[in-house]
DNA sequence: CGGAGAATTGACCTGATTCAAGAACTGTGG
DNA sequence: CCACAGTTCTTGAATCAGGTCAATTCTCCG
């Protein structure tokens, strides 16, 4: 990954890293990153962009590599490049709850704001763009547009946590599977969205961290998935793969009465 | 729309005259505000504050009186400035689950973003000071220090709703109800945290609605709290008063083992 | 005092967890 | 290519925490 133009054509996006910055960041540069568009970045032109790009590093997590501990205090932001992260709660005794998962183009970490009390993980091998906080915090300073793309995004964000807290507090464990399984599918099986005709993808999760995402236990995930596949709803071709054949029937168990 | 009620107040106090949800205070300008320094406005100068006090109206809601509703395109943004309101989500069959409490000084609204998918509603009687929300949009525009601000306090909510998706997802009953007891005295009971004495205050939530917070039955809550009364840790002087006899003990209880 | 809503208590039931055993993958090295 | 070890996943049986249903009992007010 270097700064040369046009490997991926993204539009007109030619901004061109002088060489001395190449060299001293060849890793890290912002006109072939493949979640330009769709990162917190997409708000900047091409000019800031330049700026903000001589603030970041890449950096590669392997599985289960952490990004950023619980209780520690926050030194980093990031733009997910590739992979899926996971953000986790512990209690003392070391259950977990997933809080919110990362896919390429989310945005990590809280500016402005102290002390973070989640711990952030890699569940595969990823790629991050990193910030020091403070480099952040002073970009974000002098452009309100940014300011108010993150607030938009921590916005969603929040919404997000709160459909799941509906899902943890108040729904069964057929109903969170089956959530579940049409959220991951419309977040990384692509909009293939089109009819109702059946679809596979891999999930991104082994069936603990579905668990730890859907306040479960493994045994009940894999109980409920057996469950779908023998009501014909889905199939399970094999290691991760899933494959949706009644999406409605999925749909409606959702939120069933 | 609004007519305007001529009674000169200090500067351009300018008042709906629909007496049922929105009245006038005699008292609605911002320099006597309970909550100024406390609130989103506490980051303004008294010059910008006498701006966005033109853009403000003063609002009662009556317990049980919606400010929100889940779906519907979300036109206002508010200061709390009395009373406690919920926000809640709701599965197509009825059930219930609170995402949030908003104490006084809390804001609530999404500036920026379309669509709001919860239900706000005043769990007693309450004030609010609302404000269109493109009057808010265009005001956080200018003013990249708010914008900044309104990022922190919606990232101490995200944090927040987190915690409580761990509650939801992995904590058992009597966990929750020992969260909730030091939660709710920590916020309204003051902080006459000083020592471990005994200290008494009112629940402001009935029992339902403290089990729409933990994702529990009217019941359990119930029956929790005369658990943690006849272990003595807690005594119930009757209606919503609660008495902490045995802080450290609850705090021992939120994450048990 | 009396009546309505809120809270408590009891008896029973059920969905999800726990504990335990196998089966199916994955990757490694011979 | 196969054997083997380490995971991860599935399945079964027993248990239990919390939910459901059904009475009472409180509390608050008119």
Not at 37 to 59: F, I, K, Q, Y
Not at 61 to 66: I, W
């Amino acid at each position: 990954m270097d700064a040369r133009v046009g490997t991926k054509m993204l539009d007109s996006c030619t901004i061109l890293a002088r060489p001395d910055d190449e060299e001293r960041f060849p890793t890290s540069v912002c006109t072939d990153c493949a979640v330009r568009r769709d990162s917190l970045c997409g708000t900047l032109t091409d000019a800031e962009l330049s700026r903000l790009h001589r603030l970041g590093r890449r950096r590669r997590l392997r599985r289960g590599e952490a990004f950023a501990w619980a209780g520690e205090e926050s030194r980093g932001c990031a733009n997910v490049l590739s992979g899926i992260l996971k953000v986790s709660a512990l209690t003392a005794d070391g259950r977990e709850q997933i809080v919110g998962l990362l896919y390429p183009s989310d945005f990590v970490g809280q500016p402005f704001v102290g002390s973070f009390e989640f711990t952030v993980t890699a569940l595969g091998d990823a790629e991050i763009c990193t910030f020091r906080k403070s480099d952040f915090e002073g970009f974000l300073s002098t452009r309100n547009g940014m300011t108010q793309a993150l607030l938009c995004r921590t916005f969603d964000t929040l919404s997000d946590a709160r459909r799941r807290m509906l899902l943890l507090g108040r729904q069964s464990a057929s109903e969170r599977i089956a959530d579940f399984l049409l959220q991951t599918f419309e977040r990384i099986g692509g909009c293939s969205a089109s009819s109702n005709g059946p679809v596979t993808f891999d999930l991104p999760l082994s069936r603990g961290a579905i668990a730890d995402v859907l306040g479960l236990t493994i045994e009940t995930v894999s109980r409920q998935m057996t469950k779908l596949k023998v009501a014909g709803v889905i199939a399970l071709p094999g290691g991760r793969a899933v494959t949706i054949l009644k999406r409605d029937a999925l749909r409606r168990m959702t939120d069933a009465a």
